[in-house]
């Protein structure tokens, strides 16, 4: 039995998948396809952790990630599901929640996509700033 409380957002069935919208604008190809279907996801994550560090100078920020991994894993998540289903009772049965609960994942995964760029950027230069200090302090 459906909760009448719960609106039902229906998506057109012509959506393309994320493979195809990457494939499409050339960010990807088959062969690419074919070389990450062959690892693991923690061979994924190591991989895009150690190309990440290419931009932080080598350094890495570990109590960035661990902070944010959580969010993260959820915003994938309900990209996946936001993209795959055609609505929320769909996307709620697929994850095992109840449609409240999708509800409450939806909102909290778009109010952090509303955080502001600068914010973002301060929390990054702060713990920059940081592993600066830790740095100096081991040595």
Known sequence: MK?????????????????QELTESRRINVDFIRKLDSLTLEEIIELKIELSTRYL???????????????????????????HSTNI???SYLLGITPQQYGRLR????????????????????????????EKNIE
Do not use: H, W
């Open 89 to 91: 009772y769909d996307s």
């Open 3 to 19: 909760d009448s409380s719960v609106l039902i957002v229906s998506k057109p069935k012509t959506q393309i998948s994320f493979v």
């Open 57 to 83: 100078k080598g350094r890495f920020a570990p109590l960035l990630l661990i902070k944010n991994l959580y969010y993260i894993g959820l915003e994938g998540i309900y990209r996946f599901m936001d993209r």
């Open 107 to 134: 909102k909290f995964v778009e109010c952090r996509r509303t955080i502001p760029k600068e914010v973002l950027e301060k929390i990054n230069q702060e713990t920059l700033d940081l592993l600066a200090e830790l």
